[in-house]
């Protein structure tokens, strides 16, 4: 998987793990089925999430995890590559 398919996924299952979470602590009475739903799917996307952090969200050329700007980077702050084209990147970072 490409790091920036990885990262649109990450900010998905993200964003659904916490919406999850909140709609089940405000509008949900604890206990019920409904809760219990929701509860687990919010902890299932939490848990792909961290999958797709840990797993996917590295440098395709260097390997190292990029974890610092990691939602904007163009760029491999290590290595300097390009994720898509490889090419390297001159100059500050
Ligand atoms: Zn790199």
Known sequence: MNIK????????????AVAGALIGLIFLEPGTRASVYVTMGSFGCMVISM??????CKCPWCGKRITA???KAEYCPYCKKDFETGLK????R
Do not use: E, P, S
């Open 5 to 16: 398919t990885a990262r649109k996924l990450l900010m998905f299952f993200m964003i659904v």
């Open 51 to 56: 999958i797709l952090l840990f797993g996917y």
């Open 69 to 71: 700007n990691l939602m």
């Open 89 to 92: 990147h001159k100059g500050r």
